[in-house]
């Protein structure tokens, strides 16, 4: 119980979101946490390039009891430019350890997942999709998409508090509940980001929080 | 799965909305302004051209650490740049300009989609230069514009 509430600890206190740009500038580090209705799990990573990153991954499916960690690759394999939008396709994959815990006895395997992310936004609309599959051998195979939709209700400029409404809805074919609809408030500050939204389908929350570097 | 994924990636980018953000190749030169080595003035009109003669549609934000540097006698520059719609971007020009020996200030407007750098004293950056930085931060110039033709006259009245 005290492992499974350090890694709580650990994993709130690297915070990220999937839904934000999982690749920074050359140079750069970001710190990130993705909280969902079925796991959490934090990134940081570090990008020589503006085009890729590679990063330290920790990932637990609270439904599963399934702790992975691991390293990611994360390529931004294109990004459109417009004066008033920008639009990204990233692919990701990540290889490490994935080991049952608590009440799963499943034991330790190798595990790996791959991914794929797309978003488009302007100032005030933002529309993604994502996609991802992990085989973890005999604890786990199994595989997810989410899309999202948001808008800001003002263009917030340089330095001020950016606000969005957004609405993700998510497919876990594996899950109980298969279909998650999440509302959730998205707050932009400088080089932090904090996502809060809350499950309609399994009363869960959504918590992410991103900072870069 | 695998496969899935991989036909939902093509999909992607053969997505029409996302086909047609690809933007036409960089209009350099429009707002151009200043005279120094080193610029890339291969579509520019006013090779030659003379300081604050020429009005830029690119004006330097109205920001106090950019009117400091100015009034310490640096160049002003700024540059249309695509793709920048959050602090994110922000922040990453800032650090990758930031930390040049050569910049005094940088400030990146979003209002005004600009990039806004006053150099050091007798400092001088290429376009070449500022667009790779620019790459580096993960985005792209469409035009540079440099020189008095950047300031309001606000700027120019500061002492």
Known sequence: MLRIALITAALFAFTSDAFARPVSYTGGWTLIEDTDRQSTSALVHYSPSQEYSVGLKADWDRNSDILFTGVQGTWLAKRWFGEEHQANLYFWGAAGLAEGIDSNKGGDEVGTQIGVMADWETRQLFVSYRASARDYGSLDKSAMQAARVGFAPYAGDTGELHTWFMLEVDNRPDADEPIGVTPLLRLFYGSALFEAGWSLTDDQPLLNFQYRF | ?159
């Open chain 2, 1 to 159: 799965m695998f496969r899935a994924l991989l036909i939902t990636g093509l999909l992607a980018v053969s997505t029409p909305a996302l086909a047609q953000m690809n933007p036409d190749a960089p209009k350099h030169g429009s707002a151009h302004m200043g005279d120094h080595a080193g610029h890339d003035h291969k579509a520019n009109p006013h090779m030659g051209h003379d300081m604050g003669e020429i009005e830029s549609a690119l004006k330097l934000s109205d920001q106090p650490e950019l009117a400091a540097a100015l009034a310490a006698g640096g160049e002003p520059v700024v540059a249309k740049v695509l793709g920048a719609v959050c602090d994110f971007c922000a922040k990453a020009m800032n650090k990758t300009f930031g930390k040049r020996d050569d910049v005094a200030a940088v400030y990146v407007d979003l209002d005004a989609k600009t990039l806004n750098l006053v150099m050091k004293p007798g400092a001088t950056m290429s376009d070449k230069a500022l667009r790779k930085a620019v790459k580096k931060s993960g985005y792209k110039v469409d035009t540079i514009a440099r020189g008095t033709g950047t300031l309001t006259q606000a700027d120019m009245l500061t002492p």
